[in-house]
């Protein structure tokens, strides 16, 4: 007579081995498990953007978007393309099929765009990305009764703290760029035979940083940076010589005066100025770790802030992974109990010990195979293995 269980009545050592095996490898893979949110995910997809300047959206779609499109359309194992086209930047997105190597498309598609030497000259190279996933363990708010400026060292000090720590992945938002308000009168542009677009091409030609708005009424951008920021400095940028030698400036024809932070950049808690630093997991980072480590660093910077300054976690998604693995934990003691409890009653303490035994051998060998597999702990493997622990308690007491 042969199958499984005839083979383990006739040799009870080996079924003794089994069972210490695998509570063995249980012990030793459930220390090791990573816990996060969501499983991991692959994605699909590349994009690849293309900044043009003071270029239109037209100029985008026409100069950009129609020229680069085919040739990524080309590569294989594109599925979908799609693509945007704004004032100064162009975007494309690319699809590919289901379990294709993301690393190959995304040379291919920088092997495609290699060959196009046609892009017009002002258009800067384009850039290519990798999709990737980004499981979010909390967002952190820095706020307090300082300026802007203060705010966004404490939250680079903070995630330099995080980054030492081990904790790779933190994008810091609400830092906005200080505006600088330059108000010409139409008589001061008439008087001195100028245009907006003169002045914001002047003011441009002396800031050396990212683009920070739009010149209202020119088709113009104006940028800041570190060479002329301040209002002072801008002022004295100059326009063009008179006839006496002397330097006709901006301050000469503009009022300029700082205006401020635009509010569509910067982060408010009501009327106070905030940051937010949002903390994702590292690919091979345990969400409750990286969780405790964000606690640990947030409270550490918390004692010597300014007063007013406070760092506080909002969103956190630990909560709800340990509030999940409380509950297998809790379902599988009462299921324990049960278990033992009736078989007690009814049968023998022997017969209620080594029925009930099959509850906690079950989970820690599938946590071996979990381990082994590459699974982790997540919000859908815990309600799998929660719904299994059901099914297993049933089984042992019938």
Do not use: C
Request: no cysteine; hydrophobic share 55%; proline share 5%.
């Amino acid at each position: 007579m042969g199958g499984i269980i005839p083979f383990f009545t006739r040799h009870r050592t080996a079924a003794n081995l089994l069972l210490i095996l695998m509570v063995a490898l249980g012990l030793m893979a459930a220390p090791n498990m990573r816990a996060q949110f969501f499983p991991d995910v692959v994605v699909d997809n590349v994009s690849v953007t293309v900044a043009w300047e003071g270029a239109s959206a037209e100029d985008m779609d026409a100069g950009i978007v129609q020229l680069v499109e085919p040739a990524l359309l080309a590569v294989e194992g594109v599925t979908e393309a799609r693509a945007t086209s704004r004032k100064g930047s162009a975007a494309m997105t690319l699809e590919f099929e289901p379990g294709w190597d993301m690393g190959r498309a995304a040379n291919e598609v920088e092997a495609a765009l290699g060959q196009i030497t046609d892009l017009p000259e002002d258009a800067e190279e384009p850039v290519v990305r990798r999709g990737a996933w980004r499981d979010r363990v909390t967002d952190v708010v820095i706020t307090g009764p300082v300026g802007a400026e203060q705010l966004a060292r404490i939250a680079d000090e903070f995630v330099a703290r995080l980054f030492a720590a081990g904790v790779t992945r933190a994008t810091v938002s609400g830092v906005a760029v200080p505006e600088t308000r330059v108000e010409v009168p139409a008589h001061a542009l008439v008087a001195h035979d100028l245009s907006m677009a003169e002045i914001a091409a002047a003011i441009a030609a002396r800031v050396d940083a990212d683009p920070a708005g739009d010149v209202t009424g020119a088709n113009a951008r104006l940028r800041t940076g570190t060479e002329a920021r301040s209002p002072a400095e801008i002022a004295a940028i100059p326009l063009r010589l008179r006839p006496d030698g002397t330097a006709l400036t901006i301050g000469d024809v503009a009022t300029v005066r700082a205006g401020g932070f635009d509010r569509g950049l910067a982060y408010y808690v009501g009327d106070t100025p905030a940051v937010t630093v949002r903390v994702d997991r590292p690919a091979e980072g345990d969400a409750l770790d990286v969780q405790a480590k964000v606690e640990q660093i947030a409270g550490e910077m918390l004692r010597r802030l300014p007063e007013g300054v406070v760092i506080e976690l909002v969103r956190t998604r630990s909560e709800a992974i340990s509030s999940r693995l409380t509950m297998l934990l809790d379902n599988a003691a009462t299921g324990l109990a049960l278990v033992v409890g009736l078989l007690f009653l009814f049968l023998n303490a022997r017969t209620a010990f080594w029925v009930a035994a099959g509850i906690p051998v079950a989970m820690l060998a599938a946590l071996a195979l979990m381990y082994a597999a590459g699974l982790t702990l997540n919000m859908i493997s815990l309600f799998a293995i929660i719904i299994t622990l059901g099914i297993v308690v049933d089984d042992a007491i019938v």
